[in-house]
């Protein structure tokens, strides 16, 4: 499902602009440090999409739609796109079981940019968590988020 969704080449791509995705970033950061709702473990903003590799500490829901709507409202009003709707209504989601695949699912976040021919390697990329990684090993179950543009 991640590779169906990454290859999308169609629709906006409004997160290639620094200062949108830097509004998507900033309120990653915001929602695991300041309000606690994840652990954050890797992250990626592609041009048209964001997945986030998290260890959940309310119900996904809740944290999505925080962060989708402080997002939204911020990046539609520096597009002049005030009330028009930003996110795809639905993320995919997926529940991470152990190490193993927490560990694959944070290097297919990480190699993300490089796949896509964005970057040479991951920590190339200023849109990535690859260089400021706060989470280290799962400790408990986690969940990788991917949500892209509407």
């Known amino acids: 499902m991640d590779r169906l969704l990454d ?10 602009q620094p200062e949108i995705a830097e509004i ?4 990653i950061h915001y929602n695991a440090v300041t309000l606690g709702h994840y652990a954050w473990h890797a992250y990626v903003v592609m041009p ?4 986030l590799l998290i260890t959940p500490a ?9 962060l989708k709507g402080i997002t939204a409202k911020r990046a539609n ?8 709707r930003f996110w795809q209504e ?5 529940l991470i079981r152990n190490e193993q ?9 990480e190699e993300n940019p490089v796949r ?3 970057a040479l390697n991951a920590a190339e990329l200023p849109l990535s968590g690859a260089n400021a990684r706060p989470g280290g090993r799962l400790r408990t179950m986690g969940s990788a988020l991917h949500s892209g543009l509407f």
Not at 58 to 66: D, E, G, N, T, Y
Not at 90 to 94: C, F, K, L, N, R
């Open 90 to 94: 639905e993320s995919y989601d997926h």
């Open 48 to 51: 048209n999409h964001v997945h």
């Open 24 to 27: 998507v970033i900033g309120a």
């Open 101 to 109: 695949e927490f560990r694959t699912t944070r290097s297919y976040i």
């Open 116 to 118: 896509a021919g964005l």
């Open 58 to 66: 309310v119900p996904i829901p809740r944290l999505m739609k925080s």
């Open 77 to 84: 009003v520096i597009l002049g796109l005030t009330g028009s």
């Open 7 to 16: 290859q999308a080449d169609t629709g906006p791509f409004y997160l290639r």
